[in-house]
């Protein structure tokens, strides 16, 4: 089977840092993404990992650990449009379908 | 713009009825997934197609059926529709081929009555 927790709720205020976590159990694990999604649109593409580290991209990173099953994403210099849905998604098996885990509610304060 | 295209945007229907979704997916794509999304509840992934060919089958219900055409654009299709199928539909396309990310188009928001 496969369970992906993160928290439900987050708030933080702009310019600081928040990190987002995310542990999954699943089998045929092959890789993780990150979605940011804003309320009632369509997920995008944040980031990938398949390798036990850290990627960074700009404000946003996102680590991953294989052996503990987590993941974390870190955002920077936060800005009010980052108020949004952060959603973990685990890729199973080589079909590129993901499973996503409940997403992560940011509140951005001034 | 993800070069996803979904329609319609919105549907309002009634108890019992059927509907159809559509997709068409980003140029190169050849893979279809469909993912269910309601309020209190993330991302439920349903059924994915590969070039015309169904690749894998979540939570779909049997009242729900889809399809890929030779063009590549997809249909979901609800029937016998109850309440709690109100809910953000979405469709996503990519490779096919694991590890590239997919792109999501806009969403149907169905609500049933």
């Known amino acids: 089977g496969q369970n992906i927790d993160q928290p439900t709720e987050m708030t933080a205020t702009e310019g600081a840092i928040v990190q987002i976590n995310c542990t999954y159990q699943?089998?045929?694990?092959?890789?993780l993404f990150w979605y940011q999604q804003h309320a009632g649109e369509a997920p995008t593409f944040l980031s990938y990992?398949?390798?036990?580290g850290l990627e960074e991209k700009g404000r946003f990173s996102s680590f991953l650990s294989r052996s503990k099953g987590y993941s974390y994403l870190l955002l920077k210099e936060l800005q009010m449009k980052d108020s949004a849905s952060y959603l973990c998604?685990?890729?199973?098996?080589?079909?590129?379908?993901?499973?996503f885990g409940q997403g992560t509610t940011l509140q951005v304060k001034p | 713009d993800s070069g996803v295209t979904q329609t319609p945007k919105h549907l309002i229907t009634a108890t019992g009825q059927r509907v159809t979704l559509r997709c068409s997916p980003r140029s190169g794509d050849l893979s279809v997934y469909w993912y269910q999304q309601s309020l209190d509840q993330g991302l439920q992934f349903l059924i994915q197609y590969y070039n015309g060919e169904e690749r894998a089958k979540g939570n779909i219900l049997e009242r729900f059926s889809a399809q890929q055409f030779p063009d590549l654009h997809s249909e979901l299709n609800l029937s016998s529709l109850e309440l709690g199928d109100s809910a953000l539909y979405f469709c996503?396309?990519?490779?096919?081929?694991?590890?590239?990310?997919?792109?999501f188009g806009n969403g149907t928001r169905l609500t049933v009555t």
């Open positions: 990992n398949v390798l036990d």
């Open positions: 998604a685990v890729l199973s098996g080589n079909t590129g379908k993901l499973i």
């Open positions: 996503a396309s990519g490779t096919g081929q694991g590890h590239s990310p997919l792109h």
């Open positions: 699943t089998s045929g694990f092959n890789g």
